[in-house]
């Protein structure tokens, strides 16, 4: 019976088939049936696929990171069904089926043949002188493997805090309705504006003449103050006294005048012109005084 399967070795499918007779050798060793070179998680002699017992069987020869069929580790030889999935490493093995493989066809008795002279052997080539083996080169000494770091206990996570009780939700108040909203009142039409006249244009204004340069009034020179005069009162002559009248002339006195009384007293209000050069409060003396 024979067996088929597809290997997935880096995202590349290649596809076996074997016979009961064959052992399918894994491993990154040249030699083997099966061996990839790049790829990571692989041994040299990895696991081996052999037919025992009209049935195929899987088997792990001391890898390093050991071979799984479908998802669970092999430890001893394992039979392979039909659909298993194996994997070595990063390399998965899948998609098995089995066909039935053909029986040899019988081999037909020939005729005893006639014996025929043979040839005189060729002479032997010149012998080639042996090379030197080279010295294997020294190998290099594995580095010890550190010890794996001891693990931290993980800690006990904290007791939760009590959740504080919830308080009760206040009742919703109801939502009063709105008021039905009053149509506003229809809009007036606009009138139309009435379009306004051209304007008249304006006259040229007359340049305005030079005004004539104004003339200046002279100012008076001032009069040089005569000499001091004694006051007269009107009508009063000099020589007379004081309450005397005088003969009027042309009749009666005008309307509103009167003569000062009798004593030389002015009337309440009325005052004299002061000369200049007299003090305030000094009396004139009377003519014939």
């Avoid at 081996?48 to 195929?56: C, V």
Wanted: charged content about 25%.
């Amino acid at each position: 019976m024979k067996i088929k399967f597809i290997a997935n070795i880096k995202g590349i499918y290649l596809g076996y088939s074997f016979e009961p007779s064959d052992v399918v050798t894994i491993g990154r060793e040249i030699g083997n049936t099966i061996a990839p070179i790049n790829v990571d998680g692989f041994s040299r002699h990895h696991a081996r696929i052999f037919f025992k017992d009209g049935a195929w069987y899987v088997e792990d020869v001391g890898s390093t990171n050991g071979t799984y069929r479908n998802r669970v580790k092999v430890e001893a030889p394992t039979k392979i069904e039909k659909g298993d999935s194996i994997r070595c490493g990063l390399m998965e093995l899948a998609s098995f089926d089995f066909e039935e493989s053909a029986s040899p066809a019988p081999v037909a008795v020939a005729e005893p043949s006639k014996p025929v002279a043979s040839p005189p052997p060729p002479p032997p080539p010149p012998a080639e002188p042996v090379k030197p083996v080279e010295p294997p080169k020294p190998v290099e000494p594995v580095k010890p493997v550190e010890p794996p770091k001891p693990v931290e206990p993980i800690k006990p996570a904290p007791a939760p805090e009590p959740v504080a009780e919830l308080e009760p939700v206040a009742e919703l108040t109801p939502i009063t309705p709105l008021e039905p909203i009053t149509p506003l009142e229809p809009i007036t039409p606009l009138e139309p504006i009435t379009p306004l006249e051209p304007i008249t244009p304006l006259e040229p204004v007359e340049e305005l003449k030079p005004a004539s340069p104004t003339k200046t009034a002279k100012v008076p020179t001032p009069v040089a103050p005569t000499a001091l005069r004694r006051p007269t009162i009107p009508g009063l002559k000099p020589g007379l006294k004081p309450g005397l009248k005088l003969p009027q002339k042309g009749g009666a006195l005008p309307s509103g005048l009167k003569l000062p009384p009798k004593g030389g007293a002015l009337p309440a209000g009325l005052k004299l012109p002061q000369k200049p050069g007299l003090k305030p409060g000094l009396k004139v003396p009377g003519k014939g005084a």
